[in-house]
């Protein structure tokens, strides 16, 4: 972990808190981090001042997400500085202080120390920091929350029951710590064929929304399974940043999060 400790802040820092949001998930492969990087595209396209960070050490996504792959954060005393993307969304990830083949060995409290590296950095005037977790409900997730007590979490869902029971999994750990549950974002809701232009639910249709129900929080938006969403990620294009109907999908969810 030598890159994390060269980096390694000051435990007293007098720089302002920001405003965390978690976007997390019970499980891996739902589009946490998609669905993490066109929140943050979106909601820097309405003019809040936004940021984006990527702890999700099993697999570090935002610097392709956000097209800034290779990109080496600098450090001004000891404070790291956030690398600035296209979309006005300045970014840390994990996969920047460390190889990803160390991070896996990773406890929950060496996690928890490099995340407060990110999100301590020199953010300047962003309120709001997106903190892209890593998927699951285990210690690391557990550690990291209860150190850095975001003021609200976004739970990341396909229709699927089995990802609906690792959601519900997800919503307690965070009922557990205190932090209240913004809403659920369906992902991969429906299937978008590109050819046709038809909609049609593989994974059924309707589970996150009766789940949301049950559980007593909001359904934020649905999300379709578009495989444009898949080439415009790889390409490091966030359809938010786009003007299309995904762009609008995107934006309508930004909305619903509120102030
Ligand atoms: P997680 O962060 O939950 O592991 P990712 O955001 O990395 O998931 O997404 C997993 C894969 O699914 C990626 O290849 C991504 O491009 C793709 N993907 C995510 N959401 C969608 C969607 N709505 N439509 C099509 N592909 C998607």
Redesign the pocket.
Known sequence: VAGVEQVRIAQTTSRPRRRLIAVA?G???????????NLAVALAASGRKVGLVDA?IY?P?QPK?MAAEGVKPEAREKTLIPVETRYGVPMLSMGQLVAPDQALAWRGPMATSALGQLVDADWGDTDTLIL?LP?GTGDVQLTMVQKHKPVGAII?STPQDLALIDARRAIALFEKTGVPIIGIVE???GY?CPECGAVSDPFGRGGAEAAANDLGVPLLGR?????????Q??AGTPPAAGNGDKAATFHRIAGALGD
Not at 27 to 37: D, L, N, P, Q
Not at 223 to 231: F, K, Q
């Open positions: 998930s499980k891996g492969g739902v589009g946490k981090s998609t669905i993490a990087a999700d697999g996504s997400l892209d998927p990341v992902n991969m809701a978008h999300v379709p399974l578009d495989i444009a969403i898949r080439e990620s790889d």
